[in-house]
């Protein structure tokens, strides 16, 4: 790979190439793949990125496709796609970074879940579509929900880890308990956690997503940059 290609997939700051340096850092004991295309196990989550934009590590990311299923792809720049892949979504995405105050007065009813919750989690984020997510999802980080009547209501957790920053992702809410608060409440609880580690909390939003835009805003996110999503198969 030339230098300039492998610069331009991974970028000047660790966020624009945020699956590779999460796969080649924090998480790597999750990786699949080599030096070329890497990706999560489908059970984990979709994701996965390039090296650079050359045949060889299409070709790689092709065989990681064959032996797992589609990949999602998050660059700072638009992927083109060879032939040989089908592109299944491509969508402009928005990365917030935190530059908030903690709240020292917070706390919200939460519980901790943990995989005896998974079947809940999978039908919760079935339900509300908050993105990706998988029966071994909850292994990427911390995750916690509300519980109301029994029935889990709400969730929010840790996704992509790299160094010094922390995802924060499937934020969702059972629709008979919207307006009440619980997405901002759990994500004040990862923000708090996040920050006592010393790292930065960050996320991504589809960009036509103007109430979640909205919520993020008033927990002391601010966009970062925009992003594109490429789903191959």
């Not at 590590?57 to 797992?68: G, K």
């Not at 009813?109 to 999802?137: I, K, N």
């Not at 990427?140 to 519980?147: E, F, N």
Request: overall charge negative.
């Amino acid at each position: 790979m030339s230098e300039a290609a492998s610069n331009e997939m991974r970028g000047a700051h660790p966020l624009d190439a945020v699956v590779w340096n999460a796969l080649t850092s924090t998480q790597r004991g999750l990786a699949l793949g080599d030096e070329r295309a890497r990706r999560f196990p489908a059970a984990i989550a979709p994701f996965a990125a390039l090296a650079d934009t050359g045949p060889a590590s299409f070709e790689a990311l092709r065989a990681l496709i064959e032996a797992q299923g589609p990949v999602a792809l998050v660059t700072a720049s638009e992927v083109p796609s060879p032939l040989e892949f089908s592109v299944l979504r491509r969508e402009r995405l928005i990365q917030m970074i935190w530059q908030g105050q903690l709240d020292a007065t917070h706390a919200w009813d939460h519980v901790r879940l943990t995989e005896v919750d998974v079947p809940e989690m999978l039908a919760l984020t079935a339900a509300t579509q908050p993105g990706p997510f998988g029966p071994r999802t909850f292994e990427l980080g911390d995750y916690l929900g509300v519980r109301k009547d029994g029935k889990l209501a709400a969730m929010a957790g840790e996704r992509m880890r790299l160094g010094g920053y922390t995802e924060i992702s499937a934020v969702c809410v059972d629709a008979e308990f919207r307006g009440q608060g619980h997405a901002g409440g759990l994500m004040k609880l990862l923000i708090a956690s996040i920050c006592a580690r010393g790292e930065t909390p960050f996320l991504h939003v589809i960009a036509s997503n103007h109430s979640a835009l909205s919520l993020y805003r008033t927990l002391g996110f601010a966009e970062r940059r925009a992003m594109y999503l490429t789903v191959l198969g």
